[in-house]
């Protein structure tokens, strides 16, 4: 009798498999001449050469399915264990989907400003993204940084954030100091989680693929092959951002986001975002893209209150 071994590749085997093996068990259904087992990240299949051969083809199409989807279901597997094996599924150059998030979830620009962004960051390796809280800045950035892993441009994701203490003392905070920063770093774990199954995350993120660490970590690095996503750079200084910027290696893409509005540094200091954006804007290759209370898709009340709160930015 002839075997085969299939391995699943960066696919979580419980997500794949389906709750109590159902997906497994579907896929079963399609071949009854096989003897298919599967422990953990292992598949083996058992039986004639022809019937194996057709079935690791069927079986790859599924895990690049679930790969770049990051679902299936028994609909799914029906259609590509019984539809056209030359029928591979590619999306067109002018689908707008970014990635495709956990659980199947669609992850696109949402606004023209957003699809702005993503055509800036397709052309230039350097972008600043500016604007008021809820405008989609970190999270379209990481959806880029997501898609470009998945499709091999780059082999890490690295997201740093400055650790100002907005009003908050960290030192007050219990724990060591990855306990202390890991909540103020939280915005990019739920971008991540809502893109990535944990699963993979926490391997990616122990494998080093995955890096988030506040910026004084960037020091003396060079970083090559990284979609690096500086996120809140308000609240740099000049010599941050400097040191930032010029972190920057072969096969790079660097991203800044921030909000001029929301500054926490002392006051009488320079926000290294703002000067970026005066001393920068006619460097080609560095694109800067302003969104505005338009881009805003959080709850409808977060534009009316960043309107509110226009008029008393200059009250001390």
Known sequence: MNERIIELIDIAPKEFWGAQDTHLETIKKYYPKLKIVARGTTLKAFGEKDILDEFERRFQRLMLHFTRYN??????????????????????????????????????????????????????????????????????????????????????IILTRPAVEAGENLGFLPGDMKEKLDPYMQPLYDALRDMIPNEKLEDHIAKGIIQIAPLAFMRGRT???????????????????????????????????GDPGQVDLPRRTISGLKEALLVLKDIEGIGIIYLDDKDIVRHRLVKKVIDAYKYTENVD
């Open 223 to 257: 970083l090559d092959n990284a979609f690096v996503i500086l996120d809140e750079a308000q609240n740099t200084t000049h010599s941050q951002m400097k040191m930032f910027l010029t972190r920057m290696g072969k096969n790079a893409k660097f991203m800044v986001t």
């Open 71 to 156: 679902n299936i279901d028994d609909n799914v597997i029906e259609r590509v264990i019984l539809g056209d094996i030359q029928d591979d599924r590619k999306m067109s150059p002018n689908d707008k989907i970014l990635v495709h998030g956990v659980g199947g979830k669609i992850v696109k620009a949402m606004t023209p400003n957003q699809q702005l962004l993503v055509d800036t960051i397709n052309k230039n390796d350097m972008v600043f993204a500016v604007g008021p809280a809820g405008t989609g800045k970190t999270y379209t950035g990481v959806a880029m940084a997501v898609k470009a892993l998945k499709e091999k441009q780059v082999k890490r």
